[in-house]
């Protein structure tokens, strides 16, 4: 394997300095395109000839839920997926090198909903750049990184450089809720000595990520009018009173998890969101069921199947002891993540060689943080045992109004991508033997 010399590198960071305006361009026509989840078909086409373009082996297809369903990994399906493809380019070496190593770069294309658009300075679709930043839905989360990873590797073919190791472009659907697009590339085959995962963590590492399980609970009321409410039985009343039971579950769950190795200096890593809520269908009507949607995440000491078991009970007690949801009936169910921690273990080859560049890119040292929110890490690093870093530019605002990453941050995670590949899978002047 043939590591880049000083001039192959300096000819790297300048192709992708050369190449920057038409990547913000690139990324602001992405950024257009609302792949909102069971919509990102129009994106990941986008993608797909991107990589084409880039003399990529490209190979696209459409979840199947049935086929995710075997494996551990993936987690629970309650939409269509009809609309929402995986893509992967591969660049394949026509002759490997003795020792050279191989290396994923994934990015997932799926944003979540806007929100409220009036609340947006202008629409969440428009890329629009001011004072160094691109605002938009998805621009930081995470379709800069996403872009970053296809120019990084543009970059050594404009230096006329290629690889001496093969090289995956994973652009993945349902990271933000299940994880499955993901999954569904490593069920596929796709694997490789490293992974690198381009999430927008203001450049620095992610040492260790949480679980996530989203799940739904169901109550049950009696409808009845509302001027004799008391003949019938408000679920909605119900469901805030479980949401009750539920935090407290919450505050035992961050009590427990002090004194973790990764997560027990977090002042309260245990989260529990009620993302959604439904319920009645008219104001004068005692709403008979409502219906709610929980994002938690999870104990490492307890993991997902132990904190499954948790919940479930404490839906269960809750429909027979409190006095509120007894009334009426409670169910819950698995609606999207089923995940445990992942951590990345400190001294591998693949994160010294991230750290370098860093350094050198930056001028800084690599700092590293524990992640209450989910990543794809975990993935690969959990079930084949791959060193999975996740990397990325600065962003802000990430599921909130105004989302913007920041874009001389995107350009020199870029050079670090683009050296990586280079130093990690080694590289020879384009159509040499």
């Given at each position: 394997?043939?590591?880049p010399t000083?001039?192959?590198?300096?000819?790297?960071?300048?192709?992708?300095?050369?190449?920057?305006?038409?990547?913000?361009?690139?990324?602001?026509?992405l950024?257009?395109?609302?792949?909102?989840r069971?919509?990102?078909?129009?994106?990941?086409?986008?993608m797909?000839?991107?990589?084409?373009?880039?003399?990529?082996?490209?190979?696209?297809w459409t979840?199947?839920a049935?086929?995710?369903a075997?494996?551990?990994?993936?987690?629970?399906v309650t939409?269509?997926?009809?609309?929402?493809?995986?893509?992967?380019?591969?660049?394949?070496?026509?002759?490997?090198?003795?020792?050279?190593?191989?290396?994923?770069?994934?990015?997932?294309v799926?944003?979540?909903p806007?929100?409220?658009?009036?609340?947006?300075?202008?629409?969440?679709?428009?890329?629009?750049?001011?004072?160094?930043?691109?605002?938009?839905?998805?621009?930081?989360?995470?379709?800069a990184?996403?872009?970053?990873?296809?120019?990084?590797?543009?970059?050594?073919?404009?230096?006329?450089?290629?690889?001496?190791?093969?090289?995956?472009?994973?652009?993945?659907?349902?990271?933000?809720?299940t994880?499955?697009?993901?999954?569904?590339?490593?069920?596929?085959?796709?694997?490789?000595?490293?992974?690198?995962?381009?999430?927008?963590?203001?450049?620095?590492?992610?040492?260790?990520?949480?679980?996530?399980?989203?799940?739904?609970?169901d109550?049950?009321?009696?409808?009845?009018?509302?001027?004799?409410?008391?003949?019938?039985?408000?679920?909605?009343?119900?469901?805030?009173?479980?949401?009750?039971d539920?935090?407290?579950l919450?505050?035992?769950?961050n009590?427990?998890?002090?004194?973790?190795?990764?997560?027990?200096?977090?002042?309260?890593?245990?989260?529990?969101?009620?993302?959604?809520?439904?319920a009645?269908?008219?104001?004068s009507?005692?709403?008979?069921?409502?219906t709610?949607?929980?994002?938690?995440?999870?104990?490492?000491?307890?993991?997902?199947?132990?904190?499954w078991?948790?919940?479930?009970?404490c839906?269960?007690?809750?429909?027979?002891?409190?006095?509120?949801?007894?009334?009426?009936?409670?169910?819950?169910?698995?609606s999207?993540?089923?995940?445990?921690?992942?951590v990345?273990e400190?001294?591998?080859?693949?994160?010294g060689?991230?750290?370098?560049?860093?350094?050198?890119?930056?001028?800084?040292?690599?700092?590293?943080?524990?992640?209450?929110?989910?990543?794809?890490?975990?993935?690969?690093?959990?079930?084949?045992?791959?060193?999975?870093?996740?990397?990325?530019?600065?962003?802000?605002?990430?599921?909130?109004?105004?989302?913007?990453?920041?874009?001389?941050?995107?350009?020199?995670?870029?050079?670090?991508?683009?050296?990586?590949?280079?130093?990690?899978?080694?590289?020879?002047?384009?159509?040499?033997?």
């Amino acid at each position: 394997m043939s590591q880049p010399t000083q001039a192959q590198e300096t000819a790297i960071r300048e192709a992708v300095a050369e190449a920057f305006d038409q990547q913000v361009e690139f990324l602001q026509r992405l950024v257009s395109e609302p792949s909102r989840r069971t919509e990102e078909r129009a994106a990941q086409d986008m993608m797909a000839a991107a990589f084409q373009d880039a003399g990529l082996s490209v190979d696209q297809w459409t979840l199947d839920a049935a086929e995710l369903a075997t494996h551990p990994a993936a987690g629970a399906v309650t939409v269509d997926y009809s609309n929402t493809p995986v893509v992967v380019g591969t660049y394949e070496p026509s002759a490997p090198a003795d020792g050279a190593r191989s290396l994923i770069l994934n990015g997932h294309v799926d944003v979540v909903p806007e929100g409220r658009e009036d609340t947006w300075t202008t629409s969440p679709w428009d890329g629009r750049i001011e004072d160094g930043w691109m605002y938009g839905r998805g621009a930081g989360d995470m379709k800069a990184g996403l872009v970053a990873n296809l120019f990084a590797f543009k970059a050594l073919q404009a230096a006329g450089l290629e690889p001496t190791g093969r090289v995956h472009l994973q652009s993945v659907p349902e990271e933000e809720c299940t994880g499955n697009g993901t999954v569904a590339a490593m069920q596929r085959g796709y694997t490789a000595d490293a992974v690198l995962i381009s999430e927008p963590i203001a450049e620095t590492l992610v040492r260790a990520n949480l679980g996530v399980i989203w799940f739904d609970v169901d109550v049950t009321g009696t409808a009845a009018h509302a001027h004799e409410m008391a003949k019938g039985f408000n679920a909605l009343d119900a469901a805030y009173s479980l949401i009750g039971d539920l935090r407290e579950l919450e505050d035992r769950w961050n009590q427990i998890t002090v004194g973790d190795p990764n997560f027990g200096d977090l002042e309260h890593p245990i989260n529990l969101n009620v993302g959604v809520l439904q319920a009645g269908e008219w104001p004068s009507s005692v709403p008979d069921r409502c219906t709610f949607t929980v994002r938690v995440s999870v104990p490492p000491s307890l993991g997902s199947a132990a904190a499954w078991q948790e919940l479930e009970e404490c839906v269960e007690r809750a429909g027979r002891e409190n006095p509120v949801v007894s009334q009426g009936k409670v169910s819950v169910s698995k609606s999207g993540f089923f995940s445990d921690q992942y951590v990345l273990e400190p001294g591998t080859e693949a994160e010294g060689l991230l750290s370098e560049l860093h350094a050198s890119v930056t001028g800084a040292p690599l700092e590293s943080y524990p992640s209450p929110a989910y990543v794809d890490s975990r993935v690969y690093g959990t079930f084949q045992g791959i060193p999975s870093m996740v990397y990325g530019p600065l962003a802000e605002t990430l599921h909130g109004k105004d989302e913007r990453v920041n874009l001389e941050s995107v350009k020199r995670c870029t050079e670090i991508y683009a050296l990586y590949i280079a130093r990690w899978c080694g590289v020879r002047e384009a159509g040499q033997k």
